[in-house]
């Protein structure tokens, strides 16, 4: 391609077909109004039919469910929790207690230094391995720092 113009797609693309402008669709005429004033009733109709069913459906299947509950002498909530497909195990989001040690040394040690003075992620994981207070922490303790944990990521994540 010589060097031209090359601000429009046209001129980038000389062999292919320039897409037509779109332009307004004229206006609708009376039967054309007719017929989709017609085909959206139908449509309200059937959503509003399919609606009623869904809720006597779920009404049956509730009644259902207490008939079965009552002849095994169980909770409604327990047989709903054997037929539900959701399952009973569910991973835990919080951090691991070796990075919220982590995260709790490396506030202890690199507070107030500059950032070329900070200690590396393996002097900290040095330090952490070594200190006694570490491995020796209450259930509290525990969960205060992994509370300071994700208090620090909630806020890291929400600030601007």
């Given at each position: 391609m010589e060097r031209g113009d090359s601000s429009s797609w046209a001129s980038c693309n000389p062999t292919r077909p320039v897409i037509p402008t779109w332009s307004h669709p004229a206006c609708l005429t009376e039967a054309q109004k007719a017929s989709c004033a017609l085909k959206t009733a139908q449509n309200k109709e059937r959503s509003k039919s399919l609606q009623d069913a869904i809720a006597q459906f779920v009404q049956d299947q509730g009644k259902k469910l207490h008939e079965l509950a009552l002849a095994h002498h169980v909770s409604d909530?327990?047989?709903?929790n054997l037929i539900s497909l959701q399952t009973h195990y569910k991973k835990t989001h919080e951090p691991q207690l070796r990075n919220v040690l982590i995260h709790a040394k490396t506030k202890e040690v690199n507070n107030g230094?500059?950032?070329g003075q900070k200690y590396t992620m393996a002097n900290i994981q040095k330090m952490v391995a070594e200190d006694p207070y570490m491995h020796?922490?209450?259930c509290e303790q525990k969960k205060?720092?992994?509370k300071q944990l994700m208090d620090h990521r909630e806020l890291q994540t929400s600030s601007v």
């Open positions: 909530e327990h047989i709903k230094l500059m950032h020796n922490l209450t205060e720092f992994i």
